[in-house]
């Protein structure tokens, strides 16, 4: 067992780095999975946001699989279909993490589902399971399904929390309590 570049145990005996064109490529085998970093020139001339995958064994408080078994689902885990994802965060907003999870209804009780899973700031998330064999993604949701409730500055002031005045508004969700903000006024 080696030390990768990343601070991370890794079973193979060296990290591989791999040079395509522009793009440095390096893969490294960690506990059987294999981590991908892609790492492309930052000459940003047309202004697109890039995003840095960075390997961590920290997990954020907020996170929908904090504390769980690496083998069960989250909580709220559910099947969405494929218009709904359309319409889910995942395009609006970037993930925290991103987790490759093999989950079972109970610890190691088939049927198994493997899933990439993408968390974002509110504990909720969505998550891809491929099927190459029939050619078909399935896609989920997991976390609270929020509903907001938005609270006047008097209610944030009592709180402690920020509020910036008319534009600025402040909603928490009935059911899990995650407080959020928005300023309206572009």
């Not at 064109?21 to 490294?28: A, D, V």
């Not at 559910?78 to 907003?93: G, K, N």
Request: hydrophobic share 35%.
């Amino acid at each position: 067992m080696t030390n990768s570049p990343f601070g991370e145990k890794s079973f193979s005996p060296s990290p591989t780095v791999l040079t395509s064109g522009r793009k440095i490529i390096f893969s490294i085998m960690i506990f059987f999975s294999y981590i991908v970093l892609e790492c492309v020139p930052s000459d940003n001339s047309e202004g697109a946001m890039l995003h840095e995958l960075v390997c961590t064994d920290k997990v954020p408080d907020n996170c929908a699989t904090k504390g769980l078994h690496p083998n069960l689902f989250p909580d709220g885990w559910r099947e969405i279909d494929v218009e709904e994802f359309s319409q889910s965060a995942f395009f609006t907003y970037s993930p925290t993490h991103i987790e490759y999870r093999q989950m079972y209804a109970s610890i190691h009780s088939p049927p198994m589902l493997a899933a990439k899973l993408f968390h974002f700031s509110d504990g909720t998330g969505v998550a891809l399971n491929n099927q190459p064999w029939a050619k078909k993604v399935r896609y989920f949701k997991f976390g609270c399904d929020h509903s907001y409730n938005e609270l006047m500055p008097s209610e944030c002031n009592k709180r402690g929390v920020s509020h910036f005045g008319m534009c600025y508004h402040v909603y928490e969700c009935s059911k899990c309590s995650h407080v959020m903000s928005q300023d309206s006024s572009d």
